[in-house]
């Protein structure tokens, strides 16, 4: 008891303002004058003004979080629709590519194109896929739309194709509609050409070009692509025909490879005979 009194003492001054503090609030309270009144009221719409300043400084934070979750959760749906989109296109794909392989009539090994160049005068397509999976040179290459190229070099995991964009590439091709024959070939331009048509055969633009039965390489009847442009040359004796190919190389991503091996007498009797011809 004695030391809260000598508390109380020590304190004296502290303890008596905070009395007389409350005192005047209370007199203040129960006073009914209109200047009090008015003061009241200005005192209480500082102190709700200062507490909504104060309010919004931990609002800031918050939001900024808010925020940066948000930003992260617009990553992860943005990501999920563009893996959602590719396997879409995929599905799409492989079930055009399942259409192939059943529908062809001939054995199919099929192949993801892990590596290609498009920019060069010889340009090839690197396989997945290679001898020890059945793959052998001078099997053809072909995709949904039709004829991709040949196989000119194997290993044991992957193989290297040749492409219809490759100046060494010479096909036997014929047109569909009225069973004109050619020679298809590139010569470094933006469409392939057919060649060794004579002038007075029945061609015209948008003839599809398919692979003749003459080839020992390819076999007959694959489509190749559209004839774009025919043309005559002053003094030449055949048709100048651009072919636009029906295969689109930049967008190549799966193929598949036609198990035929050519006939090797026969290859080699033509290569003699016949420089060039496939």
Do not use: C
């Not at 099929?110 to 396989?127: C, E, H, I, Q």
């Amino acid at each position: 008891m004695r030391s809260l009194l000598n508390i109380l003492l020590a304190f004296k001054e502290y303890f008596l303002l905070l009395l007389f503090v409350v005192i005047s609030v209370i007199m203040l309270a129960n006073n009914d004058n209109r200047q009090l009144h008015a003061l009241r009221a200005y005192a209480i719409g500082f102190l709700g003004a200062t507490s909504n300043a104060v309010s919004v400084i931990p609002n800031v934070f918050t939001l900024q979080r808010e925020n940066a979750i948000l930003r992260q959760l617009n990553v992860n749906l943005s990501d999920e629709v563009s893996r959602l989109r590719e396997a879409r296109i995929e599905n799409t794909r492989l079930r055009a590519l399942l259409g192939l392989r059943e529908d062809s009539p001939f054995p199919l090994i099929a192949a993801d194109v892990v590596g290609k160049s498009l920019l060069l005068m010889r340009n090839t397509l690197t396989l997945n896929v290679g001898e020890r999976d059945g793959i052998r040179p001078d099997m053809p290459i072909i995709a949904e739309q039709g004829l991709v190229g040949k196989i000119i070099a194997v290993g044991d995991g992957y193989s290297v194709g040749q492409l219809l964009f490759n100046k060494d590439f010479r096909a036997g091709a014929k047109l569909q509609r009225s069973r004109v024959d050619g020679i298809l070939s590139w010569d470094g331009g933006n469409e392939l050409r057919l060649t060794n048509v004579p002038k007075t055969q029945d061609v015209r633009t948008s003839d599809i070009v398919i692979t003749s039965e003459y080839s020992n390489v390819f076999p007959r009847d694959i489509t190749i692509g559209i004839v774009s442009r025919v043309s005559q040359r002053s003094g030449s004796l055949f048709h100048d025909i651009s072919v636009m190919p029906a295969v689109d190389f930049t967008s190549l991503e799966q193929v598949f490879v036609i198990v035929q091996i050519p006939d090797s007498s026969r290859a080699a009797l033509e290569k003699r005979a016949l420089p060039g011809k496939q």
